[in-house]
């Protein structure tokens, strides 16, 4: 069974400071990995994309990716309330479907 | 506005009774999905397409049906058999499936309740 963990939080961090949320992933042939945020009764949406290893930037938010260690994680600079939400990790394996992790709850506090 | 349109946002579902969710797509997407989504979960696949006319079950399929007769549509069947039906339910499609490469984009979510 194709696993993907995240700790599901909440993950409380102070207006302005940098949230950092993780992944890992049970798939060595995973290929591709994707950071959506969903808030409360809404759907997902894309915020970025990594396929190789290293840091992938988009204004405030950096992916990071490590897949010998099987790891990625999103980090979010000066952090604003409007980025309360849950964040869920994807990975994907060519030619397989998604795995979505359950997903972590941020909190950022005025 | 190319997108994924999901109708209706609220359903209700008597005991016994089959309900039908619509998914319609205009972004030409080859691959079509039907996630559910429990309080506090994460997504759960149901059902997916990857070509008209034909569909895979995913990892909770029992109690659900599809079909796919169109490339723009994708309607899901929550039929009696399936015992706690109560979810969010999620329509996503994606281009190119199997590369792995492209994102999956989403619906906004039929809210599905058994009375």
């Known amino acids: 069974q194709k696993e993907v963990e995240q700790n599901s939080g909440p993950l409380s961090v102070p207006e302005g400071a940098i949230a950092s949320l993780n992944c890992t992933y049970s798939d060595r042939g995973s290929q591709s990995f994707f950071w959506y945020r969903q808030y409360s009764g809404k759907s997902p949406e894309l915020i970025m994309f990594i396929y190789s290893n290293g840091d992938k930037e988009d204004g405030r938010f950096t992916a990071q990716l490590n897949k010998a260690s099987q790891y990625v994680s999103l980090l979010i600079r000066d952090s604003q309330p409007s980025d309360s939400a849950t964040y869920l990790c994807?990975?994907?394996?060519?030619?397989?479907?998604?795995?979505f992790g359950p997903g972590t709850r941020l909190s950022v506090l005025p | 506005d190319g997108g994924i349109t999901q109708s209706p946002k609220y359903l209700f579902r008597k005991e016994g009774q089959n309900v039908t969710l619509s998914c319609e797509q205009n972004l030409n997407h080859d691959a079509m999905y039907w996630y559910r989504q429990d309080p506090g979960q994460g997504l759960r696949l149901i059902y997916y397409s990857q070509i008209v006319n034909d569909f895979q079950k995913g990892d909770i399929a029992e109690g659900y049906s599809v079909s796919r007769e169109k490339k723009e549509s994708f309607p899901l069947t929550v039929t009696s058999a399936q015992k706690n039906p109560t979810a969010f339910y999620l329509c996503?499609?994606?281009?190119?499936?199997?590369?792995?490469?492209?994102?999956?984009?989403f619906g906004p979510g039929t809210r599905l309740t058994v009375l």
């Open positions: 996503a499609s994606t281009t190119a499936p199997g590369t792995g490469y492209n994102e999956q984009f």
């Open positions: 994807a990975v994907n394996n060519y030619g397989q479907n998604f795995v």
